[in-house]
Every structure is written in C-alpha cells, then in structure tokens.
C-alpha cells in the first residue's frame, strides 16, 4: 500500500529537480544572450553625439587611428604625443572657434576674444577695433561656414600646430562677401589644458 505512494513521492522529487535545473539553464540563457548579442549599426537618424571624453578613456591600441591627407604625418606626431587627440574632435572645435571668434571681433569684444588667442594676434586685433569709429562696431556677421578643413599640421617640440582652411560668407545685412583664410591652431601638448589658441591668421588663394 505504501510503495507506490513512495514512488510517486520520488518521482515527483525527481521531476522537481529536473524541471528546476532546467528553469536556471534557461533563465541564464536567456540573460546572457543580449549581452554578447551585437548591436546593429544605428541609422542616421537614430545617430548620437559621442562624448569624445569618454571614447578616449575607452581608447585602446587597435582604436589607434588612421590619419590621411597632406596633412597626416603632423597629426600623427601630435597623436603619438598626446593620444587624446581627435581629428573629428579638433575640426568640431575649430568649426565653433571660428564662429565665437568672429563674432566677437566683429562686436569689438576684447574680454571674448583674449582667452582664444596668442598675444600677437590679440594685439593686432586688439588695434584693429581700437581705430574703427563708432559706427563700425558690428558692421558684419558670419553668415555661414563653407568650408574649414585641416590644410597641415605639425608638432615642434612640445607646441602643436594645426592649419585651418576656412571659406565663410560674411555679410552686412545689404551685401555678402567671402573670406577665404588660413588660421593657426596651437596647443602646448604636455599642458593639462586641453584648449588650443588662435596663433596666426593668414589670407588664402
């Protein structure tokens, strides 16, 4: 009488085990799959900014990039030097300096311009809005940049440089003119300050 109740007793034990075991088998599966599944590529429109910080700290000796152009031995010394530096990065930054700059040489405002720039060039620029009249002071505005590529690059000694090919309109509310320049960029590479500075400004063909 008491055996097959028994039996049923240790089956059922049995099943309990199995059924268990086979719940934590799956249940890890199923965790662990997202994981090593790969992301698909984002489309654009579902692209996102990188915070370019945070890719360098993530940086490791196969993210090494691939410089090209007439310009790419200076970035690679500059790369060697100090391997936080980000050609997307740089040319994002120059794009908004041109724009600050600009627009705070056109108002005439010396306390926005200082930080941004070398003393040469401050001076000079510092002149040129002293001897403007009055009516001079925001004669002009940037318009929009066609064009800012880097044109060449070096590193002599611990001073980085890098030139900027800029093509911008710039306009006055009744007319419009272009401005072709090259400017230069320069960055002490051993500095904790990760801020470059306008060093040079030249007129291009």
Known sequence: MFDPIIEVLVLAAVALVVLSRLYMALGKGGNDRPVQRPNPAPSPRDAKPVDLSEHRERRGPSDRPIFTGPAAGGLEEIYNADNSFSESGFLQGAKAAYTMIVAAFARGDR??????????????????????????????????????????????????????????????????????????????????DPNWILDDVETAN
């Open 111 to 192: 306390d926005a311009l200082r930080p941004l720039l070398d003393d040469d060039v401050y001076e000079a620029w510092d002149a040129a809005i002293s001897a403007r009249t009055p009516g001079d002071a925001a004669h002009f505005d940037l318009l929009r940049i066609r064009r800012a590529e880097i044109d060449s690059a070096e590193l002599d000694g611990r001073m980085a440089r890098i030139m900027i090919r800029y093509e911008a309109e710039l306009g006055d509310g009744e007319t419009t003119r272009t401005a072709k320049e090259i400017w230069t960029f320069m960055r002490d590479v051993t500095s904790p």
